[in-house]
């Protein structure tokens, strides 16, 4: 049972190349979402979907886009990758529902990704 | 806005000394949930306390939440040098089920 899987785990970029970082789940969860974290700023939330074929914006959504065609899998894309989009990503889900702040998160490994 | 603000930002501490961690937030809440990273790793859930609860306890963590002050504490008694961790509480955004994570607190266990 492998969680929550994320790949690449490191990736340079050049400024202007596009890339998209995959995120699977094998829980069966519902509830998918894409943080970046940056030194200083804490995790913020980029994307997230509450099922297959949904996608919803974060706080800091712009430069990013998102699909989720297949229950168990989140992709983040860059199609246009800047210096200041550098960071650390975190996938995580969740079974969704319930009470607000009752949602468990499952947390991936993370992928480090430097754009040039 | 919502959002969990850990205090303090860092502590160093001996081993088997307490390490209390205190959260603020903003807006009432129903639960509130703590989480922990390791160098390197994501996140991994410790502790979900509900609003109706005062006190939680999981093994070596003790979690409070007093609702009137919109504040929680992370407890860890008897910490140990496998306790250096960054811990982040997490309200949730007002009648949403996402999390806000703030800067975090960084605890460092010396052995």
């Known amino acids: 049972n492998a969680g929550v899987t994320q790949t690449p785990k490191f990736r340079v970029l050049k400024t202007g190349q596009s890339m998209t970082l995959l995120c699977a789940q094998d829980?069966?969860?519902?509830?998918m979402y894409w943080y970046r974290q940056d030194p200083g700023m804490g995790l913020r939330l980029i994307h997230y979907s509450v099922g297959e074929g949904t996608t919803a914006k974060g706080e800091v959504p712009d430069g990013y886009n998102v699909s989720r065609l297949k229950k168990q899998n989140f992709l983040l894309g860059l199609e246009s990758a800047a210096p200041s989009q550098t960071s650390v990503y975190f996938c995580?889900?969740?079974?969704?529902?319930?009470?607000?702040?009752?949602?468990?998160?499952?947390f991936g490994a993370g992928s480090r990704l430097t754009v040039l | 806005s919502q959002q969990g603000e850990e205090d303090p930002q860092a502590l160093s501490i001996q081993e088997g000394e307490n390490a209390t961690m205190n959260c603020s937030y903003k807006t009432s809440i129903n639960n509130l949930q703590w989480y922990r990273q390791n160098s390197g790793r994501g996140l991994v859930h410790l502790i979900l306390?509900?609003?109706?609860?005062r006190e939680k306890h999981s093994g070596r963590l003790r979690v409070t939440l007093d609702t009137s002050k919109k504040s929680s504490s992370l407890l860890i008694t008897a910490s140990r040098a496998a306790d250096t961790a960054s811990y982040f509480c997490a309200p949730p955004v007002s009648g949403s089920e996402k999390l806000v994570f703030g800067k975090g607190m960084k605890l460092t266990v010396n052995p």
């Open positions: 306390i509900r609003s109706n609860e």
């Open positions: 829980m069966n969860h519902e509830y």
């Open positions: 995580a889900s969740s079974s969704g529902g319930g009470v607000s702040g009752a949602n468990v998160l499952t």
